[in-house]
Every structure is written in C-alpha cells, then in structure tokens.
Nanobody
Framework: QVQLVESGGGLVQPGGSLRLSCVASGSIFRVYVMKWYRQTPGKQRELVAAISGGTTNYADSVKGRFTISTDNAKNTVYLQMNSLKPEDTAVYYC??????????????WGQGTQVTVSS
C-alpha cells in the first residue's frame, strides 16, 4: 500500500533550475529521515541530501546549490536544484526511513525521475 512517487525531472540548460517532489502515500505512523539519492551509469548511487528534524546534510558537490525541505502535513520531500551543471545529470531517487501502520522502521524507495542538464 505504501509508495513514493517522484516528479519534476526533465531537460534543463546549464545554469537552470528544477524542483523535484516526492510524495509518500499510505498509513504513515512516523517519518524519521528523508533523503535524495542520484545515480549515473557506471557509478554507485550517491547520497545527495538528507533531512531529519531540523538537521540537513548535503554532498560536497551540491552544497550552496541544492536545498532539501519537507512538508510533513503533505508527506512530501522536495529538492530545489539551482545553478545546475552537466555533472548533475542522473536519475534522482527519494528515500524515506519511516514506520508505517505500526510496522517496524524501514527504508522505502521511489522509482526515480530523470534529470538531464545539457546545452
């Protein structure tokens, strides 16, 4: 019943901006951590940003350009991406570590959304 659905990806010029969204659905008891990952062919999946309570963390490669935020009432996590570079091209995945319907704490994944930065 639980699922995460990403949206907002697409093709953008270098220097442009995109805002990714990820909506979690289901009977959610408590969210502990929400994260954004990305993956390109031939490389390991990389943690881009994470948020838990009032604490945020970012990969060095995106500091100052990306911002992670949440809307708890809507069970949604966002990733605002500014000053995009070709190196940011990847499939972006959201991840939620949460407890659903009284079940044990567990990591849930979305299917991913493609971001392409090209001139």
């Amino acid at each position: 019943q639980v699922q995460l659905v990403e949206s907002g990806g697409g093709l953008v010029q270098p220097g442009g901006s995109l805002r990714l969204s990820c909506v979690a659905s289901g009977s959610i008891f408590r969210v502990y951590v929400m994260k954004w990952y990305r993956q390109t062919p031939g490389k390991q999946r990389e943690l881009v940003a994470a948020i838990s309570g009032g604490t945020t963390n970012y990969a060095d490669s995106v500091k100052g350009r990306f911002t992670i935020s949440t809307d708890n009432a809507k069970n949604t996590v966002y990733l605002q991406m500014n000053s995009l570079k070709p190196e940011d091209t990847a499939v972006y995945y959201c991840n939620a570590n949460m407890r659903v319907d009284g079940s044990p704490r567990y990591d849930y994944w979305g299917q991913g959304t493609q971001v392409t930065v090209s001139s």
